[in-house]
């Protein structure tokens, strides 16, 4: 604020809940110079003169009381209410001018209104959303921006766009099915693209600043304040309301450059204390209907698997991948159900992720997939009396690399146990890929593309199809290669976790072991991990010469004897 005048003329944005249609603005214009500077030194000079008795007082009381109704005025405007200019009333007031069903909807309006004579302002006037104007307000003057003698690019684009109702049906668009995504985009591209897709109401109020004598002059119009509502209750204001700061200064354009005022208030009437609380019933009421309605989507009973069955989901997500030779990553992955096991026959249990360029995060090539999936199994042991402990499902899955040429290489092979504990899990998984010896394979691998493949991806691991006692890899050669990062969130559902007669059993069968508790998983763990420390004790006794065997029993004997 400079000397009492508000510079503040940014655009305020508001937000409200209430309909738009009751948002009234009081509008105060007074000129400061000219006509408003002789009006008052004439009063100043008939008050002196009228000591002496040597003037008239009619005369220039008419005066100052005729310039004083020209240079000030206030007018309470609604949102898109429209209030005619003594332009648009000379315009329309020929039936011969009206031409469109707008035109002829004023011509009437106008004629009613000299007919009652209530016409209530002679400067202050509005353009609603309705009019021509708002299509070119880029071009308009402006009190508080300069006119620009050519609209921007952007502006020309936008004219159309943002002013579209909300009632217009949407026109189909064909979606292209190749380039979705421009890497490389033009400067025309970046014109055409950057365009603003939100339907807009507009409303202007406008201010007729020419001369006493001479209103009705489209080059004296002037904006004095424009408002732009969506449906998302957001609206916005230029300039914002004075709010106890000094007024708007602006100057007209043209030889005689003038000085007025402009004051902005909200009028917006007060929202009364039953309006409020009958409003706040309603929203109550509302939010109940939409939590029933909801409630009865869902339904009232809770699903629950078939008594003896554990209900496991699993939702995922590939995170990411890092620490491979080549660029343009994706993952190839599929779930291995053991024995027991089973899913929903329409349920897929494998997929490919897309394809992902990697980016450097610190010394790695990291690539970025987020890649989500689900999957959802049954366990159901159906001999009770077998007291092994169940295998849980295995996530096997491969990365590979498709270069410019579409040649496609295998990076790595991995596997991930689903846990047996519910909850969030995040994992990251080493890969490995066969290798072949001599640069023959790598000079292949480079030019060609292609490498060893594994025929069955279950060596990773164990695989399914293996009966013997001994899996022997030797001679498999290998190569580290990087990892890859996931996150599972387990669900583990099924009766017995609330069968209050099963919890009280002392010793629970296998599916109740099975509980999605922590606890309960850490030892699962431990049985786990020392079955198989007891197995390969087993093994080594059996590999290990009879004469050993015999020695080691002789000791023993001795020992204790």
């Known amino acids: 604020m400079a000397d009492g005048w508000c510079t503040d003329t940014g655009e305020a944005v508001y937000r409200s809940r209430d309909a738009v249609k009751n948002l009234r603005i009081r509008v105060r214009i007074q000129r400061v110079t000219s ?8 009063h100043q000079q008939v008050l002196s003169q009228q000591e002496r008795g040597v003037i008239e007082l009619d005369t220039f009381s008419s005066q100052t009381q005729a310039a004083s109704t020209t240079d000030a005025e206030e007018l309470v405007v609604g949102w898109q209410e429209k209030v005619f200019s003594q332009y648009e009333v000379d315009l329309y007031q020929t039936a011969s001018n009206c031409q469109t069903p707008l035109e002829r909807q004023y011509h009437t309006e106008i004629m009613a209104m000299e007919r009652s004579g209530r016409r209530q302002n002679q400067r202050i006037f509005t353009y609603t959303d309705f009019d021509r104007f708002s299509k070119w307000e880029e071009q308009a003057q402006s009190l508080l921006i300069p006119a620009q003698s050519t609209p921007t690019f952007l502006a020309e684009r936008m004219a159309n766009v943002r002013h579209r109702r909300q009632e217009r049906r949407a026109v189909e668009s064909v979606v292209p099915k190749t380039r979705l995504i421009t890497w490389e985009p033009s400067e025309e591209f970046i014109k055409n693209s950057h365009i603003i897709n939100t339907p807009v109401q507009t409303m202007h109020i406008m201010g007729d600043l020419g001369p006493s004598g001479k209103l009705g002059l489209k080059e004296n119009e002037y904006i004095l304040c424009t408002i732009k509502a969506d449906g998302n209750g957001v609206i916005t204001i230029k300039p914002d309301f004075n709010n106890n700061r000094g007024a708007y ?17 909200n009028a917006s009437s007060d929202i009364h204390a039953e309006e409020k609380e009958k409003e706040q019933r309603m929203y109550r009421d509302l939010y109940t209907r939409h939590k029933d309605y909801l409630n009865s989507l869902v339904g009232q009973d809770f699903e629950m698997p078939p008594p003896g069955i554990l209900r496991l989901i699993v939702n995922g997500e590939i995170v990411s991948a890092q620490g491979y030779e080549y660029d343009n990553l994706y993952v190839h992955f599929f779930l291995d159900l053991p024995n027991n096991w089973s899913s929903v026959p329409s ?13 450097s995060v610190g010394k790695e090539d990291v690539a970025f997939f987020s890649y989500p999936f689900s999957f ?31 040649r496609y290489r295998t990076e790595g092979y991995g596997f991930l ?15 490995w890929r066969p290798l072949q010896s001599g640069a023959v394979a790598e000079l292949r691998r480079f030019f060609i593309g292609g490498a060893p493949e594994l025929e069955d991806i279950s060596y990773v691991r164990v695989p399914g199809t293996f009966k013997g006692k001994r899996l022997s890899r030797f001679g498999f050669r ?26 009280k059993k002392r010793r629970q069968t296998v599916l109740d072991q099975l509980g999605g508790h922590s606890q309960q998983g850490s030892v699962y763990n431990v049985l786990e991990a020392f079955q198989r420390a007891h197995k390969r004790m087993q093994e080594a006794r059996e590999t290990l010469p009879r004469d050993l065997i015999n020695t080691s029993a002789q000791l023993n004997s001795e020992s204790s004897a």
């Open 249 to 265: 200064r602006f100057e007209t354009q043209g030889e005689k450059r003038e000085v007025w005022r402009l004051y902005l208030e």
């Open 35 to 42: 006509t408003a500077g002789l009006s008052q030194h004439l």
């Open 417 to 431: 146990v689903i846990p047996s504990t519910p909850g969030y899990h995040r994992m990251t998984c080493h890969t």
């Open 478 to 503: 290998t190569q580290t290669t990087g990892s890859v990062t996931f996150t599972l969130n387990c669900i583990q559902h099924a009766r017995a976790f609330i069968d209050a007669s099963t919890l």
């Open 347 to 359: 349920h897929c249990l494998s997929g490919v992720t897309q394809t992902c360029r990697t980016c």
């Open 376 to 406: 959802e199994t049954f366990f159901h042991k159906e001999d009770e009396s077998d007291g092994s402990l169940p295998q849980w499902p295995v996530l096997y899955f491969k990365v590979l690399s498709l270069d410019f040429w579409q």
